[in-house]
């Protein structure tokens, strides 16, 4: 990763981790914890009033997203969902209520600010079908084709390789997958420097794809029936917008483990970057207790 890269990672962590302290520790209106600010193209208010109403005010304040996904992901009883830099846990509790006992919902992110929002607010409400795991988007921490969906709300707009985060989903999905994602999307006619100056890079703008880019990183990483749907405006030629994809059924990972079955404790390629778990029931965590190994980093 590049320095200016390093650094732009670094500049989105503090801001959402500052977030998160807002709502934890911040002051507090007369029905809850005040709302992160944001305008009327983000946040909580995205959401219809009953969904709000169900979780805990906490979860609600630190929404910074720009659409529901979990309005538009079609979830199914049953299914595994992972969230791709999940905050404060908005969208994991939705899924997991959408999923039922029998589903899980996995939230991702990298901020432990957010992390611990998360989980707090997971607990407040009873939601015991949900887990939360410190990583990156370029880098899953979970095993290839192990989830069915694969949700998003206005994170990957702000990773500093996309064309990673693209390739990730596309491998810890089932094939026949799919996603359904928010995210920031500019026209085609606006060139990155244009795009810049609508807003800045952690407020969701500057690093935003265009139509044709972020068809064309889908279709890269090997996903079909690509749709690109925008909802609303949130700058001159910026749109949130949903994005749904699928993963063909037909779809073979690289990751996979060998077909020799041998794993290092519970993993295939045990302490490298590239690790899945053997079960592909399990995260790479679960294998690796599972199996006893004291090898856990």
């Known amino acids: 990763m590049s320095e200016q890269s390093t650094d732009l990672r670094e500049t989105v962590r503090q801001r959402y981790a500052a977030a998160a302290v ?44 720009c659409g529901n996904p979990t309005a538009v992901a079609e979830l199914r009883e049953g299914e ?21 006992p029998a589903g899980k919902a996995y939230g991702l992110d990298m901020t432990e600010e957010m992390l611990a929002l998360a989980l707090t607010n997971a ?3 009873g939601a015991t079908n949900v887990e939360f795991l410190k990583g990156t988007i ?9 989830i069915d969906v694969v949700i998003s709300n206005c994170v990957i707009n702000l990773s500093t390789d996309k064309p990673a985060v693209f390739a990730e989903t596309f491998r810890v999905l089932k094939p026949g997958g799919r ?8 026209d085609d006619a606006l060139a990155p420097g244009q795009r810049a100056q609508r807003g800045d890079y952690v407020g969701c703008i500057a690093g935003a794809l265009s139509f044709a880019e ?44 060998t ?39």
Do not use: W
């Open 259 to 297: 077909a020799s079955g041998e794993a290092c404790c519970g993993v295939s390629t045990c302490s490298a970057p590239t690790e899945t778990s053997a079960d592909p029931a399990l995260t790479v965590g679960e294998a690796k207790t599972a199996s006893g190994c004291g090898c856990q980093n």
């Open 22 to 65: 807002k709502v934890t520790e911040g002051g507090t209106a007369c029905c809850g914890p005040l709302p992160v600010e944001v305008d009327e193209n983000f946040g909580s208010t995205l959401y219809a009033a009953d969904e709000r109403d169900a979780l805990p005010a906490e979860a609600v304040a630190a929404s910074l997203g």
């Open 80 to 100: 595994r969902v992972l969230d791709l830099g999940s905050g404060g846990g908005i969208d994991v509790l939705l899924s997991a209520r959408r999923v039922g």
């Open 179 to 186: 996603i359904g994602v928010s995210d920031v999307v500019a």
């Open 123 to 125: 607990a407040k409400a």
């Open 214 to 257: 972020y068809r064309h990183g889908l279709e890269a990483a090997g996903f079909t029936d690509i749709e690109i749907a925008p909802t609303h405006q949130v700058a001159d030629g910026m749109h949130s917008a949903i994005v749904r994809a699928v993963k063909p059924v037909e779809a073979k990972d690289a990751a996979a483990p």
């Open 138 to 146: 370029e880098a899953v921490p979970l095993p290839a084709n192990t």
